[in-house]
Every structure is written in structure tokens, then in C-alpha cells.
């Protein structure tokens, strides 16, 4: 069996480098402050739009036999889509 799945990401829209350079900073000081808030600006565009921007997409491969009604544990949660399976 093959599941395509959907994980939030931790991602932000827009990188530490990139909100850096924006912002002219060139020391380390306040990364994870800048990093902090580039996180939750995301959260909130994407709670605003109700839609999320940053996704991980991963293959998820079982090579055993799976039996009828078996219950399936997925890893990296928590999975908010599942986009295909194949059974072969």
C-alpha cells in the first residue's frame, strides 16, 4: 500500500534569511525572536484564509499484508490530509 500524505509543516511563508535581509539585520541576535514571529504571522494567514499555505507532502510505503478494517497508524502526525492511496 502507498498513502500520499499531507503533514502540517513548520514552515513559515517567508525564511529567516529572507524577513533578514528585508529588514536589513545582519547579526544572529534575535533569530529565534524573528523566527518566533515569521511562525505565528503564518498561523495567522492562514487562519484568516482558512487554508494552509506551508504543507510537507510524504509517501508513506507498507510492505506487509493488511487485513480488512485494520487500523492503519500513521506517522508525523498529525495528518490533516490524505490525498491517495494505492493498494497493490
Do not use: Q
Not at 500520499?4 to 533569530?31: F, G, M, P, Q, Y
Not at 510524504?58 to 508525523?76: K, Q, R, V
Amino acid at each position: 500500500m502507498v498513502a500520499k500524505l499531507i503533514r502540517k509543516s513548520n514552515e513559515t511563508i517567508v525564511s529567516l534569511e529572507e524577513a533578514k535581509a528585508h529588514l536589513r539585520i545582519l547579526h544572529t541576535n534575535e533569530d529565534f525572536y524573528l523566527n518566533s514571529l515569521l511562525g505565528v504571522i503564518t498561523t495567522s494567514i492562514e487562519n484568516n484564509l482558512d487554508k494552509d499555505l506551508v504543507d510537507t507532502t510524504y509517501s508513506l510505503y507498507i510492505y506487509s499484508a493488511i487485513t480488512i478494517g485494520e487500523e492503519i497508524h500513521f506517522p508525523n502526525s498529525p495528518i490533516y490530509n490524505v490525498t491517495g492511496v494505492i493498494i497493490k
